[in-house]
């Protein structure tokens, strides 16, 4: 199970960080990504850490201002959002594969696992 945390009501520039804890799962196995809703838009790829070589890779639209980062001692993952503007408003998901191959670590077809989901919202 993944649990997403860490959401809440903020302002345009200011920072936040969420948090993805993993259960029941040989975590240090698993690509960790982050993927983001926004209302009335498809689910979007955000920020992945690749399981093999904890390499990262981001969407263009988060590059420079998001960073994720992973603890496989605790099994979670954090994403740190700095600048925030509207436009990154939307429920934030974690995912987890232990198969997915770096081809697809931006597809959300490719992931086994998902949390609930996170909500933030930037005010302008």
């Known amino acids: 199970q993944l649990q997403a945390c860490g959401g809440g009501l903020v302002q345009a520039g200011d920072s936040l960080r969420l948090s993805c804890a993993a259960t029941g799962r040989t975590f240090s196995r698993d690509t960790m990504t982050w993927f983001r809703q926004g209302p009335g838009k498809e689910r979007e790829f955000v920020a992945a850490?690749?399981?093999?070589?904890?390499?990262?890779y981001y969407a263009d639209s988060v590059k420079g201002r998001f960073t994720i980062s992973r603890d496989n001692a605790e099994k979670r993952i954090y994403l740190l959002m700095n600048n925030l503007t509207p436009e990154d408003t939307a429920v934030y998901y974690c995912?987890?594969?232990?198969?997915?191959?770096?081809?697809?670590?931006?597809?959300?077809?490719?992931?086994?696992?998902w949390g609930q989901g996170t909500l933030v919202t930037v005010s302008s």
């Open positions: 995912a987890a594969s232990s198969r997915v191959i770096l081809s697809a670590i931006t597809s959300r077809n490719a992931y086994d696992y």
């Open positions: 850490i690749f399981r093999s070589s904890g390499n990262k």
